[in-house]
């Protein structure tokens, strides 16, 4: 009983709120708009696959906005379970790509790396900082010359994918948008790994780029998802930028530091 009364303890009163609602919301979508087969896949596995999504990713953001270490355990389940999706529905090549050869990686030596970064008091948190003003421009340049090119590969497939219908149209933007996604998903996942708060705001720009994709897409269900995205960025960004401001001792130190 009492390791289930310090889990509970350990999140707020909002924080099981916003889990809670965001996984039923979930499963009130799902049985609202039910996803039909897809390239010879029951409609009803791919429904799993995403409310399974669902339930890591929201854990797995909560884990991040109190800047706990376990958030990689549980990205990690996150990560196979969109490479899944991705193989089943047969779209989204960019992304898979990246969470295979960059997500997964990045998350074991995230967890490495945070380990390393307790906090002086509350051995729970990890010390985060936040980004040099000098990087910003290199970042967007890098960005836009990755969803170019890379959306520009993409096209070249004939990916025939049942998910839109046939329409080249939608594919083809959707390729742009994936490379993009992806390309910011790679900033956001070196900015988690250096502990930088800019990580919250990488993961406002993809929670925009994968509700389009998204809606193009008709997955309903995920844009629960993507609210709850946007509600726990917010969050997540007042605490990491008030642990910040209210640890200016530890922020000077983690600045000689290269990770």
């Not at 339930?55 to 379970?81: D, M």
Request: proline share 2%; aromatic share 14%; net charge negative.
């Amino acid at each position: 009983m009492s390791g289930k009364k310090s889990l509970l303890g350990y999140f707020s009163t909002y924080e099981k709120i916003w889990f809670v609602s965001i996984v039923v919301l979930s499963f009130v979508f799902a049985f609202v708009f039910p996803e039909e087969d897809i390239n010879g896949v029951n409609g009803a596995v791919i429904m799993g696959l995403y409310l399974l999504d669902t339930f890591l990713n929201v854990l797995c953001e909560l884990l991040i906005s109190k800047q706990s270490r376990w958030n990689f355990i549980v990205s990690l389940g996150v990560e196979i379970t969109e490479i899944l999706i991705c193989v089943v529905l047969s779209y989204r090549f960019a992304t898979m790509a990246a969470t295979l050869f960059f997500w997964i990686p990045i998350d074991i030596i995230s967890f490495c790396n945070w380990s390393r970064h307790p906090d002086d008091d509350e051995e729970e948190l990890t010390v985060v900082r936040k980004l040099s003003g000098k990087a910003e421009a290199a970042i967007i340049a890098g960005i836009v010359v990755w969803t170019a090119g890379v959306g520009y590969l993409l096209t070249r497939f004939t990916m025939g994918s049942e998910l839109f219908g046939g329409n080249r149209d939608i594919e083809v933007l959707v390729c742009y948008l994936d490379a993009c996604a992806s390309a910011v998903g790679i900033c956001n996942g070196l900015f988690i790994l250096f502990r930088l708060r800019e990580q919250w705001i990488a993961w406002y720009i993809n929670t925009f780029l994968e509700t389009a994709m998204n809606i193009l897409a008709g997955q309903w269900v995920l844009l629960v998802l993507k609210a709850g995205y946007l509600t726990n960025t917010t969050y997540g960004y007042i605490r990491w930028t008030r642990y910040i401001k209210e640890h200016p001792q530890i922020i000077e130190r983690e600045k000689r530091e290269i990770l």
